[in-house]
Nanobody
């Protein structure tokens, strides 16, 4: 059974930093593109960042230069370092795994972790 367990959310002041973690179980990590998405109240879920199996990264324009995604394959964990946080970054952040099987790609989601940026 595949599980993605997130941690690291919370309340932070504007300009502050947080690091989110997502640990994957179920022997999927080495075959997965990992990503972080976020959903603010009343809005759709949007891509924040992704990292490929080989470490290639992709970011939403709104977070470039402030957020960094990384992965530790030995720990089956993906991280999102968030710096210079803004109130607009407030959202539920979701970890995502796109698992490449032999003939399909399976999509898995974590339960989400709340990030609130407020003074």
């Amino acid at each position: 059974q595949v599980q993605l367990v997130e941690s690291g959310g919370g309340l932070v002041q504007p300009g502050g930093s947080l690091r989110l973690s997502c640990t994957a179980s179920g022997s999927i990590f080495s075959n997965s593109v990992m990503g972080w998405y976020r959903q603010a109240p009343g809005k759709e879920r949007d891509l924040v960042a992704t990292i490929s199996i080989g470490g290639y990264t992709n970011y939403a324009d709104s977070v470039k230069g402030r957020f960094t995604i990384s992965r530790d394959n030995a720990k089956n964990t993906v991280y999102l370092q968030m710096n210079s946080l803004k109130p607009d970054d407030t959202a539920v952040y979701y970890c995502n795994a796109k698992v490449f099987r032999s003939r399909r790609i399976d999509d898995y989601w974590g339960q989400g972790t709340q990030v609130t940026v407020s003074a």
